[in-house]
């Protein structure tokens, strides 16, 4: 196995080891692979619902959604942050580790090419069973990240969290001296159309300047901050994943009001793209 993961039984850090019988740790913890083809290295501490994770609507709103192909021009922008080596000239090829992977869009869009160091880690099962079929080549990981990254100290070179939740603290230890993570926060004008519709205002909020703070905790330094902006036009099915994806317009009357679009509306997508080093 490219990457060193670590047993996630409480109170036991060993690596894993991969055999023919699954993953073991010198504790003798075992770990048997899905038939999907990811690892669950899920423990009964994490579990706070019996479907841990994003609601399975959720997970499939997103996924649609992403297969519309609306945030290719995303993907385009982080492209030039994405490792291709750990140094000039070099013909070694960085691992990657993308923390609250989803359904795997991204980290596929991104990464391609690099399927046997690229890691996905999620909560829902949902999301790494959709993942882990759709590009198998790639090592796929349930497990809840924010409790516990289950990698070795200083064993990850790059980080990748598109927005999703980040565990600075977790999110430094793994990464080696001079690795980098990018991330990726909802810009002021996202969607900012549709939730004017459903709550009759459209509050503006960056996100980005408190994210270099957090993680200027944990010595991940800023050295890039770049916004991505994008207009589509949504059908109603679009809209209500749009929504669902987002958590957003959760309440009856926002929801109605929602419904009440009929036809195609023109609509804004925004990120707050930055890059850090360690």
Same mark, same amino acid.
């Given at each position: ?7 996630? =039984?409480?109170?036991?850090?060993? &690596? ?17 692979? *899905? %038939?999907?083809?990811? !690892?669950?290295?899920? +423990? ?5 619902? %019996?479907?841990?994770?994003? #609601? ?5 709103? $997103?996924? $649609? ?9 995303? =993907? ?50 949902? *999301? ?14 349930? *497990? ?7 990698? *070795?100290? @200083? ?20 990464? #080696? ?11 002021? @004008? ?17 996100? !980005?300047?408190?994210? =270099?703070?957090?993680?200027?905790? #944990?010595?991940?330094?800023? =050295? @890039?901050? %770049?916004?991505?902006?994008? +207009? ?7 809209? #209500? ?6 958590? $957003? ?25 930055? &890059?850090?080093?360690?």
């Amino acid at each position: 196995m490219t990457f060193q993961l670590r047993c996630t =039984v409480r109170n036991c850090t060993h &690596l894993l080891v991969q055999n023919e019988r699954g993953l073991t740790c010198d504790s003798g913890h075992h770990f048997d692979q *899905a %038939k999907e083809g990811y !690892w669950s290295l899920l +423990q009964p501490q994490d579990r706070k619902s %019996k479907t841990p994770g994003d #609601a399975e609507s959720a997970v499939l709103a $997103r996924h $649609r959604w992403l297969q519309r192909g609306h945030h290719g021009g995303l =993907v385009e922008a982080l492209q030039p942050w994405t490792c291709k080596a750990l140094a000039p000239g070099s013909s070694s090829v960085p691992r990657t580790i993308d923390l609250g992977c989803g359904e795997g869009s991204f980290g596929r869009a991104l990464f391609s090419d690099q399927a046997s160091s690229f890691c996905g880690i999620d909560l829902s099962k949902k *999301a790494i069973k959709i993942a882990s079929r759709a590009w198998p080549d790639a090592t796929w990981v349930l *497990a809840n990240a924010d409790r516990f990254l289950p990698v *070795a100290d @200083e064993s990850v070179d790059q980080v990748i969290s598109l927005f999703g939740r980040r565990p600075v603290a977790e999110i430094g230890r793994a990464l #080696a001296n001079n690795g980098t993570c990018i991330v990726a926060v909802p810009g002021e @004008e996202d969607l900012i159309e549709l939730r004017e519709q459903a709550q009759e205002s459209g509050h503006r909020r960056s996100r !980005w300047e408190m994210v =270099v703070e957090e993680m200027s905790s #944990a010595g991940l330094q800023c =050295v @890039e901050h %770049k916004q991505w902006k994008h +207009q589509v036009d949504l059908s109603p099915d679009a809209v #209500a994943d749009a929504m669902a994806m987002t958590y $957003r317009a959760v309440r009856h009357s926002q929801q109605a009001r929602l419904d009440a679009i009929t036809t195609e509306i023109k609509v804004t997508l925004s990120a707050d793209l930055i &890059l850090f080093r360690r």
